[in-house]
């Protein structure tokens, strides 16, 4: 028996909302409604998809992939959208493109101007969000584009269905209160006070990496995510930091000093989009294309 793809939308709503009764209000129908589609599905299928408890509803191996299978649905659905705007000839519609503040101000800022130049059928709409929240909507189809950092010793790997676009790769960077000394070597660092960063940030796993080549444990004190805060921490002579080239190139607080110090490495920022077929969309590639443009005119020297 053949299984009915609307059934997989409601699957896939279960394990997003993560019960029955919260798919229910998700998709705007009675739970007992849900219920007879899972139960359906299942019987289509010959397989068990959901184990029911009492803290939600969980899927099954069997119902990952079928879930799995619908968001690869659902990606293709929202592609072909934009690919029947663009029968016309004239590249058009609306990219949403969710990153965070730096590679808003440094790259997608600049962008909107030549979008709007090379591609007036092209409408874009820019989301600053968290990391995280950005790929849970480029998953649901909600973003086109989202901006990551990654420093250079991160895991590349890439999740089915997406691909990512390395748009530039910019130098770390010592930022330290002007009262002390500039380092000149990695090692001059070893008895340093850092001005900690959010676990999960590249800039977190860019200071393990440089412990790691020190051989010793960094001291750190306070804690942040913008580097707007880690400026003015830096600046209250409370640690010194690594910071990415793009954040520092605004106004810098009186008292820091940057310093280029060797072995600090670099950070990348990475382009995610949609892979469900062997290129993005036009819209989608027409705006990659613009990013790459603005990101290679930067001066990160």
């Known amino acids: 028996m053949p299984t009915d793809p609307r059934r997989l939308a409601v699957l896939l709503a279960v394990h997003r909302a993560g019960g029955v009764n919260a798919a229910a209000d998700l998709l705007h129908v009675t739970p007992s409604a849900v219920s007879q589609q899972i139960t359906r599905l299942e019987a289509e299928e010959g397989v068990q998809v959901l184990v029911r408890g009492p803290r939600g509803a969980t899927l099954t191996r069997a119902g990952r992939i079928l879930a799995e299978s619908a968001e690869r649905i659902e990606a293709e659905l929202v592609d072909a959208r934009k690919a029947i705007a663009t029968l016309g000839g004239e590249v058009a519609g609306r990219v949403t493109i969710a990153a965070f503040q730096t590679a808003i101000r440094a790259v997608i800022g600049p962008a909107l101007a030549v979008v709007a130049e090379r591609y007036p059928g092209l409408e874009l709409a820019v989301e600053e969000r968290e990391p995280a929240e950005s790929l849970r909507r480029l998953r649901d189809g909600d973003a086109d584009i989202v901006l990551m950092e990654r420093d250079e010793d991160s895991d590349a790997t890439v999740p089915r269905g997406v691909r990512d ?65 880690a400026l003015a921490l830096v600046a209250a002579g409370q640690g010194v930091a690594m910071l990415p080239a793009l954040a520092l190139q605004g106004d810098v607080p009186t008292g820091v000093s940057i310093v280029t110090v060797p072995g600090l490495g670099s950070r990348r920022l990475v382009a995610r989009h949609r892979a469900t077929r062997r290129e993005p969309g036009p819209a989608v590639a027409a705006v990659l294309d613009v990013l790459l443009d603005v990101a290679a005119e930067l001066e990160l020297a």
């Open 165 to 229: 676009t390395v748009l530039l790769e910019e130098p770390w960077r010592l930022v330290l209160p002007a009262s002390v000394a500039a380092p000149t070597q990695l090692a001059d660092l070893r008895d340093a006070t850092w001005v900690g960063s959010e676990p999960g940030t590249a800039a977190a796993r860019a200071l393990g990496r440089v412990a790691a080549t020190l051989g010793t444990r960094v001291r750190t004190r306070h804690q942040y995510y913008d580097f707007d805060v």
